[in-house]
């Protein structure tokens, strides 16, 4: 299977990435050090926005050797987490509608993601 | 979102009260029974700590109107109060969000597609924190012998630890279904919209612990920290706990940097 094919099909191979960090206890961040790829260029490959094939190649390449995997396995991963519907309340929250959060807040509200996220991991 | 409460809608507030008082009077009995067996009084330090059994997460948010949250992922639920803001609005919202982690339908996991009136929805959340929050405050707010109607409220806002406006919505409640206190509902309404803007000095004036209006910044990730350093004992070849571990401490970092710049 060559590299060109998980190219064409980037947004699956995003799709299945997010799923092998889910799986294996990561969060985006431990991740992005574990393969050594910078966290901005991990999201692009999670949303299927890496356009550059050579960028990609090195990039893949990097996770397949993290995880031990070839390219068809990448390709064909099958989640174990199950993904259930996920639903944010901001219940006590009485903003005007045109309310835009400053970006000091926007950084929280960022950090708490990343939080909540490892709370799934540890509490479930 | 919860509805914003102003003079103008707040009889109709009272009548939305009435249509769910029952209910919600069941739910606070119910709740007292079944989450304060070791029959803790302080109202504030109850809710925080049923809700810090729940991995609360204590973090402060540059936002005035953001005020805390029930996060549902996968099967989880984590409770987060916004420490930005001033203690005696956490206090509030960790009524309101006791609601929706143990009563509220819509957040149960099997139920939550069901169609909810979610304006009605927030209402119930909002009066089961009255509920719990409040005693006869229509009572002590006439034993008070202040002439002055705000200097009245502050000590009611003080003893009771509660948010200027849900003191008024509360006397406001007693004065118009109970006793027909024309006199007291006026008042209300006059003055609802026009919270005092120096609540920090009129605290102090009236030799009021003024920290309860204040925020208290606390940062608290609900035990994640612990909860990890033990997973990392019981699988010390497993590198990713740690991986995580270092991640969560730089998360924390970056709040208490955040914090400082708050605090200034």
């Known amino acids: 299977m060559s590299m060109e094919l998980l190219f064409e099909n980037r947004k699956l191979i995003g799709k299945n990435i997010l799923n092998i960090i889910k799986d294996n206890g990561y969060t985006k961040s431990s991740f992005s050090r574990l393969t050594n790829i910078s966290r901005p260029t991990l999201d692009k490959l999670i949303k299927g926005e890496v356009d550059s094939l050579a960028t990609f190649k090195t990039h893949i390449q990097k996770i397949l050797e993290s995880q031990d995997m070839n390219e068809e396995q990448l390709l064909n991963y099958v989640p174990k987490y199950k993904t259930k519907k996920e639903l944010v309340f901001a219940l006590s929250d009485n903003a005007p509608e045109n309310h835009a959060l400053n970006p000091k807040a926007q950084e929280m509200f960022g950090i708490l993601e990343d939080i909540v996220h490892m709370c799934e991991l540890y509490y479930n | ?264």
């Open chain 2, 1 to 264: 979102m919860s509805e914003l409460v102003t003079s103008k809608n707040l009889e109709q507030v009272i009548e939305k009260n009435k249509l769910i008082k029952d209910d919600i009077l069941r739910l606070t009995n119910d709740f007292t029974v079944r989450f304060n067996k070791s029959g803790v009084t302080g109202q504030d330090k109850l809710s925080f700590s049923v809700l810090k059994e729940n991995h609360l997460i204590q973090i402060p948010i540059d936002d005035e109107y953001w005020g805390g949250a029930i996060i549902t992922k996968g099967s989880i639920k984590i409770p987060v109060i916004n420490t930005a803001q001033p203690r005696v609005y956490q206090y509030f919202v960790a009524w309101h969000e006791i609601y929706h982690l143990f009563y509220d339908l819509n957040l149960r996991e099997e139920t939550h597609n069901i169609a909810v009136d979610m304006d009605l929805n927030e209402r119930r959340a909002d009066y089961f924190a009255a509920k719990m929050i409040f005693g006869n405050v229509y009572d002590y707010y006439y034993s008070l012998d202040d002439e002055n109607f705000i200097d009245k409220v502050i000590k009611c806002m003080d003893v009771y630890k509660a948010p200027y406006k849900a003191v008024l919505i509360e006397l406001f409640e007693e004065a118009v279904t109970k006793y027909n206190d024309l006199d007291l509902k006026e008042k209300i309404l006059e003055h609802f919209d026009n919270k005092p803007d120096d609540l920090v000095q009129k605290f102090i004036d009236l030799e009021l612990d003024a920290e309860l209006v204040k925020p208290s910044y606390v940062v608290s990730l609900g035990g994640l920290e612990k909860k990890i350093q033990s997973v990392i004992k019981e699988n010390p070849d497993v590198s990713h706990h740690k991986d995580n571990y270092q991640f969560l401490l730089t998360l924390k970092n970056k709040i208490k940097k955040g914090v400082e710049g708050l605090a200034k």
